[in-house]
T-cell receptor, first 110, second 112 residues
Framework: RKEVEQDPGPFNVPEGATVAFNCTYSNSASQSFFWYRQDCRKEPKLLMSVYSSGNEDGRFTAQLNRASQYISLLIRDSKLSDSATYLCAVNVGNTDKLIFGTGTRLQVFP | NAGVTQTPKFQVLKTGQSMTLQCAQDMNHEYMSWYRQDPGMGLRLIHYSVGAGITDQGEVPNGYNVSRSTTEDFPLRLLSAAPSQTSVYFC???????????FGPGTRLTVL
């Protein structure tokens, strides 16, 4: 089993739709979780950290489920500009190392 | 504040050539890392460093060397380039308290 797994998609959704991505991780000792956004041929950029209590930033909500070892990202009211690849990242056990999922591609259409 | 910078942006090598990918950060981050990104494979960790003078291997270290003589710089060396090393290389840095990694713009390497 890979350390961090994501559905590669693509997820094709209309503008205004709500879409959710999940990311599973295998190391129960992991403590830090992140969602990154990567546009085509660009570097990944942090979208949001994922806290135990869940967190929200505008249209984006991230949640952590430790029991089932997954994190999720919910995007409400999708915009065309949300089209990108979304990468989850999890630290390895008790270290600073981050392992990334392969990314989920989102395409929002008019 | 330039963040994380990488040079060159593009490079073409012939099999067997060596080269160094440069990475520098001006945020005084202790942690730096190198990733390669290939289609369908996501970001894979090559080497990382938790501070000057300390380096360690990631998931795919073979064929690459690193050193960390200063906090700011973390060069990646390809000793004898192979076509399998054709990829996009990203350098990243973070502070210990946050884990959040900041990425450089990447180097697109093609090995013929």
């Amino acid at each position: 089993r890979k350390e961090v797994e994501q559905d590669p998609g693509p997820f094709n959704v209309p503008e205004g739709a709500t879409v959710a991505f999940n990311c599973t991780y295998s190391n129960s000792a992991s403590q830090s979780f992140f969602w990154y956004r990567q546009d085509c041929r660009k570097e990944p950029k942090l979208l949001m950290s994922v806290y135990s209590s869940g967190n929200e930033d505008g249209r984006f909500t991230a949640q952590l489920n430790r029991a089932s070892q997954y994190i999720s990202l919910l995007i409400r009211d999708s915009k065309l500009s949300d089209s990108a690849t979304y990468l989850c990242a999890v630290n390895v056990g008790n270290t600073d190392k981050l392992i990334f999922g392969t990314g989920t591609r989102l395409q929002v259409f008019p | 504040n330039a963040g994380v910078t990488q040079t060159p942006k593009f490079q073409v090598l012939k099999t067997g050539q060596s080269m160094t990918l440069q990475c520098a950060q001006d945020m005084n981050h202790e942690y730096m890392s190198w990733y390669r990104q290939d289609p369908g494979m996501g970001l894979r960790l090559i080497h990382y460093s938790v501070g000057a003078g300390i380096t360690d291997q990631g998931e795919v270290p073979n064929g690459y060397n690193v050193s960390r003589s200063t906090t700011e710089d973390f060069p990646l060396r390809l000793l004898s380039a192979a076509p399998s090393q054709t990829s996009v290389y990203f350098c990243a840095s973070s502070s210990p308290s946050h884990n959040e990694q900041f990425f450089g713009p990447g180097t697109r390497l093609t090995v013929l």
